[in-house]
């Protein structure tokens, strides 16, 4: 099973997850790196977690990176971990 930093943990849960509404055919939340200026260096921590222990997986025409996290997937849009300035989630899909 996967650990998590509870730092990473933390961050998920305190932050600001803001519907994405322009794309309300794909439901899912981001934050933004910018919006936690005090927790720049957890963002990048996830976001390197994202990158080495998550799957990959098709969407559309891409292909992203995806960790799930308690009922939510967590990506990113494959910009290096110092230049990502997102990161999105969507709740898991019941099988």
């Keep these: ?6 730092e990473i943990l933390d961050f998920i849960n305190t932050s600001r997850w803001l519907f994405a509404k ?4 794909w439901p899912h939340e981001y934050v933004v ?3 936690r200026p005090d927790k ?3 963002f990048e ?10 799957y990959d997986e098709q969407f559309l025409d891409a292909t992203y990176r995806y960790l799930e996290i308690d009922g939510w997937k967590y990506w990113t849009m494959g ?5 990502t300035t997102i990161i999105n989630r969507a709740k898991v899909k019941a099988p």
């Design 33 to 35: 790196r910018n919006w």
């Design 22 to 25: 322009t794309m309300p055919q």
């Design 79 to 83: 910009e290096s971990p110092d230049e």
């Design 40 to 42: 720049q260096p957890v």
């Design 1 to 6: 099973m996967l650990q998590i930093d509870p």
């Design 45 to 54: 921590r996830f976001v390197m977690l994202i990158r080495a222990q998550g």
